[in-house]
């Protein structure tokens, strides 16, 4: 993770940069459903945007909120 975002709705999860997460699915409108190790808490899945993953100078910006879960 290379930029921070606060999740929002009941299926994103927050994330920073020194989080290490695992991609498990993408979608076309740049979200990412990804896996977050919480140790010794288990294991966090939810949504980030894609752009998190991405230096900021070789990505698109933000996408923009989302409104509504998957």
Known sequence: VVR???G????EISVRPSDKVIVLRTFDDGWIIVEKSQD???VERGLIPAACLT???RSPPLSP???DSY
């Open 40 to 42: 010794p808490f288990g």
């Open 55 to 57: 230096e900021p100078s």
């Open 65 to 67: 909120k989302r409104v």
């Open 4 to 6: 921070p975002f606060i």
């Open 8 to 11: 929002t709705l009941s299926d």
